[in-house]
């Protein structure tokens, strides 16, 4: 199987973990036409809004987004299944991924549009710094009451919610905002670390980190552009960036989602 994928995109991280959880080969690709936006592409013909992560399976056929891949992958290898078949347990596993992919995507991403992409300086820069360290504890509080006492998100075995959850708290980390050092959630955290599929998939996120630097100016000229889709462009308009927004648009530096 192929994987089109970014080593930084958390969601393309979520599947990987599963992918090696399950021990399931496939090769990951980075697009070439990744954040062009372009649709006359083999990427752009698996997932019309060339989005990462799209897996390629059986006979050529594409699956893109991170949720629905991993439905598939555990109607496809039951035995391997990340979710028990409890309902309830389910639904929580769920309603945790739901949460990171979300809200929790977007206030990593939000921080990198910062950090990495510097898209602002200044007041607003440290504005939109402060929010997002404040939203981030407040999911992190959040995850740690669903956490519990136990071991992991999915009760006593690693599962759906727990790699799902992975590739958000480990960009807080790389970003400074880590959970606290005593809590829960870090000890989580250096628990799920030390699993071989996700140390693997985190060290493929450190290298590619180490060249952010040189890659945001790429970005700033109009070479790829940030897409601004759903979860994030309402945390950078409600954060204090709709400046940042409307810069992007008339430098024709970022892009919406398919159709736009």
Do not use: C
């Not at 050529?60 to 035995?79: C, H, K």
């Not at 206030?107 to 929010?131: K, M, P, S, T």
């Amino acid at each position: 199987m192929i994987l089109y994928d970014h080593p930084l995109s958390s969601y393309g991280q979520k599947v990987k973990i599963a992918l090696r959880e399950k021990g399931i080969a496939f090769t990951p690709l980075l697009p070439q036409d990744f954040g062009t936006g372009r649709q006359d592409t083999d990427f752009a013909a698996a997932n019309p809004r060339t989005e990462v992560p799209v897996l390629i399976v059986e006979g050529g056929q594409a699956i893109f987004d991170s949720t629905i891949i991993l439905d598939y992958l555990d109607d496809r290898w039951p035995e391997t299944a990340l979710m028990g078949r409890d309902p309830l347990d389910r639904a929580r596993q769920r309603e945790i991924e739901e949460i990171a992919d979300g809200p929790y995507e977007a206030v990593n991403w939000g921080y990198g549009e910062i950090l990495w992409f510097r898209r602002a300086e200044g007041a607003l820069a440290n504005d939109l710094r402060h929010v997002a360290a404040t939203d981030t504890r407040v999911l992190q509080d959040w995850l740690t009451k669903r956490l519990g006492e136990a071991p992991w998100f999915g009760g006593e075995s690693f599962g759906r919610a727990d790699a799902a959850v992975a590739p958000m708290v480990n960009r807080s980390v790389h970003y400074g905002l880590g959970p606290a050092p005593e809590s829960a959630l870090a000890a989580w955290h250096a628990r799920v670390s030390a699993r071989p599929a996700v140390a693997e998939t985190f060290a493929e996120f450190d290298a590619a980190a180490v060249h952010m630097a040189q890659a945001a100016d790429h970005y700033r000229s109009g070479g790829r552009r940030r897409e601004y889709r759903d979860h994030r462009l309402e945390w950078m308009i409600r954060s204090g960036g709709a400046p940042i927004v409307l810069e992007g648009l008339r430098e024709d530096t970022i892009r919406f989602s398919w159709p736009g």
